[in-house]
């Protein structure tokens, strides 16, 4: 089924452990997107990719960081987890990013740090 | 600065029409989205609308007023399986999305 995956589901971790997220997509899909949801506040854009080879930061990009080395993978690393980093974490990919561009979420990824 | 406000939370009957306003203010405008999102899942896309005046799609519409800086998303015959989270998100001139916190509908039999 085409769509995103991303994983782990879920994970607890201790402050200062580093930490990737992992999303992959099969709809070759240009931009990649990583989103924290907090309870009471809207979706909160990390990093985004528009294009396989580019990245850049968006609302709240300190002590994350990607990369996209190909078009399908965008992984989301937290370098020393601090327990404000936990959120749940979506990935969102669309066709291109600009205009009427539809975001095809997964499923969300749920950080806890202690 | 930007800003998109909703209500927190709507309870509604089910069978029954609600409305769920959305207000916006963005740097430059490139349209309104609104996504709905049952509780544990992943948001999913609803309505787009760049021009102003009403979209329908089935059980859903969606209204744009550029000049009031204002949207709602109206739902009809409403079925338990609205209940959910409805989010409204402006993109601005940098194709940016500004998401709202949500709108809670609560549906009751």
Not at chain 2, 20 to 49: D, K
Not at chain 2, 65 to 79: D, F, N, P, V
Request: charged share 15%; glycine share 10%; aromatic share 10%.
């Amino acid at each position: 089924i085409a769509g995103i995956t991303q994983a782990p589901t879920s994970q607890i971790l201790a402050a200062g452990r580093r930490m990737t997220l992992r999303c992959t997509q099969d709809m070759r899909h240009n931009a990649m997107y990583w989103y924290r949801q907090d309870l009471g506040l809207g979706l909160r854009l990390i990093h985004y990719s528009n294009t396989a080879g580019t990245t850049g930061k968006g609302e709240v990009p300190d002590g994350y960081s990607v990369s996209r080395a190909n078009t399908d993978d965008f992984p989301l690393t937290l370098a020393s987890a601090v327990p404000s980093q936990t959120s749940v974490y979506f990935c969102a990919s669309s066709e291109g990013h600009s205009g009427a561009n539809v975001l095809t979420f997964g499923a969300g990824s749920r950080l806890t740090v202690l | 600065g930007q800003n998109i406000d909703q209500p927190t939370e709507m309870t509604a009957t089910e069978g029954a029409i609600v409305q769920i306003n959305c207000t916006y203010q963005t740097s430059g405008f490139n349209g309104l989205f609104w996504y709905q999102q049952h509780a544990g899942e992943a948001p999913t896309f609803l309505s787009y609308n760049v021009l102003d005046g009403l979209e329908e799609k089935g059980r859903f519409s969606s209204f744009l007023s550029r000049s009031k800086g204002y949207s709602y998303l109206l739902l009809k015959e409403l079925q338990m399986k609205d209940s959910a989270s409805y989010l409204c998100a402006g993109m601005d001139s940098n194709y940016q999305l500004i998401w709202g916190a949500g709108t809670k509908l609560i549906i009751k039999p």
